[in-house]
């Protein structure tokens, strides 16, 4: 019999495994479990000299959560550049933490606060004005981003990205302006959201070993919540192989502590066909390992499919030529047998897409290839039995969560109680699994989602669900373990706590089975395991913690407020704005080498300090640790 590097007993371990839902103890052995059942069973049969045993202490244990649909890889890259908002309970808490950031932000770097929040969650309920970003930051360029639907931008930021009353807005967007013709610092999606996310782009990167530093400390922050997979989407603006090599890099030094499957999103419209013949002729479906492997292909899978959510615009038209493109892509990846998946809001649209797949499945047999729709918000009965009929599954997202007040407004209350219809997916047997599309919209905590899930709700508390559409407690639980794992077709490897599967798994602070509905939101994870190692523990397993890194750069929002509030006190613990501000602007010590410049006069001046090769020099001010 096979000896444990690693026992947890005395738990309360709800397993997703129907064969046997409940157990007190594991043994785990090589990132496996080798026994899942009682204490005496457990510890007599598979403990020895070399195994290291953990008592839970009575406390409740779960399979690892499995994000189906996240931006990691995008994340990232700039988590260590971005001040969150997820969680913040008031305005005044984040226009405090923002009004800290300014004072800590070195020329030319922004201070961003993208995704993850919405006016709903503040107490004010209201946005920032673009008055109090500037009288808080009147030289730092601020850029915050608001879902999908706006971003609010300083004058610093303005000058920054070069808007004038001669800029242009994007089709598909507006850029608001003065009288006189000025921009006023508003961008607004209606609906297409790539005024945002083009505008975000003109931002200065991280330097790749910070880069690196950031995914790690992103990942950490997952763990946080006992998320030990997920399924990362691509991105606008996440370009493959490149934005890639920060991940490649870390699982080849056994770094990553989340297991990434990856899909590949095109990136060029109207030359989306290209980018997958190229695509499928380079990568082999499926290459990487148990940590780190590839998807298939999408979320965007074409550009004219693409039908934004943003529910404060009304619902898009795709345009015609849609059917045609989408058709020969889908027609490739069916060809050269890689799944799929498409993001989907609207069921006017779904229609349109399950047209397309249908046509190609009668010359081109589907045969069980895996394909997805993201989000299906509005889907309806007859096209959810279309997705089974083609043996699709659908990837839901808490996006509601932080949408749906503007959803009931616009389309009413009753529309908004079965948006999206999950409990219909589940009856007619779809397969279905959860997720946030994390960073950019909803924030990544897992947690939020299974309360929109169970309790109906939104951040902002506008009960969405009655009893009709929400879901039990071990029916979410499932769908961000073991459902989100035919996801990624991982499902015979990882959902559950059953011998031969994965050793990943989170033991909680609270018992998510016990605590009342809104305590849900404040679940954390106290010790995350994942392939049989502590990648993360705190409180009565904080001994078993492993060593932790540095926040870098030393000016990063994530040294002072790192990651998700849980409540307001973090916002206390951050230094004070005004002792920042006199201890100075700029870590700089002493003069630059290279340029000879005054940075306190570079800094105010009407300099264009975001243009590197005029100012700055090819290489990079000397003084700047990017």
Not at 24 to 29: D, G, L, Q, R
Not at 424 to 451: F, K
Not at 463 to 481: F, P, V
Request: a negative charge.
């Amino acid at each position: 019999m096979k000896k444990a590097d690693l026992i947890l007993y005395n738990g309360k371990i709800h397993t997703v495994d129907r064969h046997q839902p409940s157990a007190t103890a594991v043994a785990i052995k090589e990132g496996k479990f080798i026994a899942v059942g009682d204490d005496a069973t457990v510890l007599n049969g598979f403990q020895d000299t070399g195994t290291v045993l953990i008592n839970l202490k009575n406390k409740r244990v779960i399979p690892g959560l499995n994000d189906s649909h996240i931006h990691l890889i995008r994340g990232g890259l700039n988590y260590n550049l971005e001040l969150r908002w997820d969680g913040v309970p008031s305005l005044a808490d984040a226009l405090r933490m923002l009004k800290v950031q300014v004072a800590l932000t070195p020329s030319p770097q922004w201070v961003r606060v993208v995704g993850g929040w919405t006016e709903f969650q503040f107490a004010e309920k209201r946005m920032p004005t673009l008055d109090e970003i500037n009288a808080i930051a009147p030289d730092t360029p601020v850029f915050i981003m608001h879902l999908y639907d706006r971003a609010l931008l300083n004058r610093a930021a303005l000058q920054a990205v070069g808007f004038t009353k001669d800029t242009p807005a994007p089709p598909g967007s507006r850029l608001e302006k003065d009288a006189k013709g000025n921009p006023t610092g508003l961008l607004l999606a209606a609906p297409n959201a790539l005024i945002l996310y083009a505008t975000l782009a003109k931002g200065p990167r991280l330097s790749y070993e910070h880069q690196v530093n950031s995914t790690r400390h992103f990942m950490t922050e997952l763990n946080r919540f006992g998320i030990t997979s997920v399924i990362d989407a691509g991105g606008g603006f996440q370009n493959f192989p490149d934005d890639y090599k920060v991940i490649s890099e870390l699982n080849e030094k056994k770094q990553l502590t989340v297991r990434i499957a990856y899909n590949l999103f095109t990136q060029r419209p109207k030359q989306e066909r290209e980018d997958f013949e190229n695509w499928t002729s380079s990568v082999t479906l499926h290459q990487g390992d148990d940590m780190y492997r590839h998807n298939g292909a999408g979320e965007m899978l074409v550009f004219s499919a693409a039908d934004f959510e943003d529910f404060l615009q009304p619902r898009p038209d795709l345009p015609d030529t849609m059917e045609e493109e989408l058709e020969r892509v889908v027609r490739l990846l069916v060809e050269k047998r890689w799944p799929f998946r498409l993001h989907a809001t609207y069921n006017e649209s779904i229609t349109r897409f399950l047209n397309v797949f249908e046509k190609v499945n009668r010359e081109i047999p589907f045969n069980g290839l895996p394909w997805i729709f993201d989000h299906a918000e509005t889907i309806d009965e007859r096209n959810i039995d279309r997705v089974r009929e083609l043996g699709g599954g659908i990837a839901i997202q808490s996006r509601m969560a932080f949408q749906g007040e503007y959803f009931a407004d616009r389309y009413g209350p009753a529309a908004a109680a079965h948006t999206p219809p999950v409990k219909q997916m589940l009856q007619s047997g779809v397969p279905v699994g959860a997720g946030t599309d994390a960073t950019r919209v909803s924030s990544y905590n897992p947690w939020v989602a299974l309360y929109w899930l169970t309790a109906g709700k939104t951040v902002g508390g506008l009960q969405l669900y009655g009893d009709a559409n929400k879901l039990s407690r071990e029916t979410a639980l499932e769908l961000y373990t073991k459902g989100s794992a035919w996801f990624s077709g991982e499902q015979q490897k990882k959902g559950s706590i059953r011998v031969g599967q994965f050793a990943d798994l989170a033991v909680l602070d609270q018992d998510f089975f016990e605590v009342d509905d809104e305590a849900i939101k404040s679940i954390e994870s106290i010790l995350t395991i994942v392939d049989g190692k502590v990648v993360y523990a705190k409180d009565d397993f904080a001994t078993h913690a492993p060593p932790t890194i540095p926040v870098l750069p030393d000016w990063s929002p994530v040294k002072n407020y790192p990651g998700y509030h849980k409540d307001a006190a973090v916002v206390a613990k951050a230094p004070a704005a005004e002792a920042v501000a006199a201890a100075g602007i700029h870590s700089c010590k002493g003069s630059c080498d290279v340029h000879g410049h005054h940075h306190d006069i570079a800094r105010k001046s009407n300099i264009p300090v975001n243009n590197y090769t005029a100012f700055w020099g090819a290489f990079g001010c000397s003084c700047f640790a990017f």
